[in-house]
T-cell receptor, first 114, second 115 residues
Framework: NAGVMQNPRHLVRRRGQEARLRCSPM?????VYWYRQLPEEGLKFMVY????????ESGMPKERFSAEFPKEGPSILRIQQVVRGDSAAYFC????????????FGAGTRLSVL | GENVEQHPSTLSVQEGDSAVIKCTYS??????FPWYKQELGKGPQLIID?????GEKKDQRIAVTLNKTAKHFSLHITETQPEDSAVYFC??????????????FGSGTQLTVLP
């Protein structure tokens, strides 16, 4: 079984550009979480989504960040007008219906803002 | 909100020795405590977890203990091997058993096993 797939693995953007990070959950999983990891720190929760629904976005910055998980296709984390402080590793995790508290992580997208 | 403190930040042990990593949490309502191992350039991998109705759980060379009264939990790795070298994260969360929940992570422990 394929695990949680994230792409791209590395993304370089200049200040002011947009970044789009994609996450395909494990087969059969319909719940997705996004976390951000700054250098030398632990992961910080950003948002939790089910198909076509945002369930908890309490960790999302109020501006420039958005997330979606459409009926078809991967979950997308979108960062508009990126700034240097957005440079981080962004991880996606997914959960099965049976065992929603267990989260399986992808390999992450490392965003560098120049 | 929940806050998780993790110690030590770095830990070096000789191959074959044991390693212990400790975490404390602030919210007494937390009831699920997973541990993740993260190797360089990879995502966190779940290695063991424990729920608040259990005091200890073991899986081969790895064990986790939970003290709800003191609000702390620990990861124990016995007979360490070089491939155990990685960053280990503890996490805590609140929610009903089997329900979706956000994880609050500790800041990580870089474990180095010296051959």
């Amino acid at each position: 079984n394929a695990g949680v797939m994230q792409n791209p693995r590395h993304l370089v953007r200049r200040r002011g550009q947009e970044a789009r990070l994609r996450c395909s959950p494990m087969k059969g999983h319909s719940h997705v979480y996004w976390y951000r990891q700054l250098p030398e720190e632990g992961l910080k929760f950003m948002v939790y989504l089910q198909k076509e629904n945002i369930i908890d976005e309490s960790g999302m910055p109020k501006e420039r960040f958005s997330a979606e998980f459409p009926k078809e296709g991967p979950s997308i984390l979108r960062i508009q007008q990126v700034v240097r402080g957005d440079s981080a590793a962004y991880f996606c995790a997914s959960s099965p219906i049976q065992g929603l508290d267990i989260q399986y992580f992808g390999a992450g997208t490392r965003l560098s803002v120049l | 909100g929940e806050n998780v403190e993790q110690h030590p930040s770095t830990l070096s042990v000789q191959e074959g020795d044991s390693a212990v990593i400790k975490c404390t949490y602030s919210d007494s309502a937390s009831n699920y405590f997973p541990w993740y191992k993260q190797e360089l350039g990879k995502g966190p991998q779940l290695i063991i977890d424990i729920r608040s109705n259990v005091g200890e759980k073991k899986d081969q060379r790895i064990a986790v203990t939970l003290n709800k009264t003191a609000k702390h939990f620990s990861l124990h790795i016995t007979e360490t091997q070089p491939e155990d070298s990685a960053v280990y994260f503890c996490a805590a969360s609140i929610g009903s058993s089997g329900s979706a929940r956000q994880l609050t992570f500790g800041s990580g422990t870089q474990l180095t096993v010296l051959p």
